[in-house]
């Protein structure tokens, strides 16, 4: 008995072996085009890989220390981010097209009555649902009062998918 449940449990680990992976399955918004998706299934076996939130970068060195033109508008800002993001990822053996979570805090331009999501479109569809890279992960955009620095309009979080 005891040797059958030994050769039971080796033949369940061998079998668990060869199983093929579960992949990501992306559920995108019905009858929409908006880039974004309804929602993501992760499989048990893949590992979640969460980065802190990341601000732009400086675009500007000529511009004055800390002043909003050293960082841009709301696209600039978004574009410098992701690329950092982008950055970040490769470092971790990762790409753009394994972000599964997005959620993004704007502060309104100086002036503007509220957020530019307008400019964060235009940086964040240089990155997800383009022809090279097609994937879109779930996202959350916010508009906060501010961020640590007063000059940052953008600070993005995501988690990425590493099956």
């Given at each position: ?18 199983a093929a992976t579960a ?14 998706l309804q929602a993501v ?50 470092a971790l053996d990762l ?69």
């Amino acid at each position: 008995m005891k040797h059958s449940l030994i050769a039971m449990a080796t033949t369940a680990l061998v079998l668990g072996a060869g199983a093929a992976t579960a992949e990501v399955t992306r559920h995108p918004i019905p009858n929409s085009d908006f880039p974004i998706l309804q929602a993501v299934e992760i499989p048990a076996d893949a590992t979640l890989v969460y980065l802190s939130g990341t601000v732009p970068q400086v675009i500007d060195a000529e511009a004055e220390a800390g002043s909003p033109e050293q960082f841009g508008d709301t696209a600039a800002q978004t574009e410098s981010t992701l690329a950092s993001i982008e950055a970040k990822l490769t470092a971790l053996d990762l790409t753009m097209g394994d972000v599964v979570k997005m959620q993004a805090y704007l502060v309104a331009p100086d002036g503007a009555d509220g957020m530019d999501f307008s400019g964060f479109m235009d940086g964040y569809t240089k990155y997800f649902g383009t022809e090279d890279q097609p994937n879109l992960p779930t996202r959350s955009v916010f508009e906060v009062a501010g961020l640590a620095n007063p000059s940052w309009l953008v600070e993005i979080e995501v988690v990425a998918v590493r099956p």
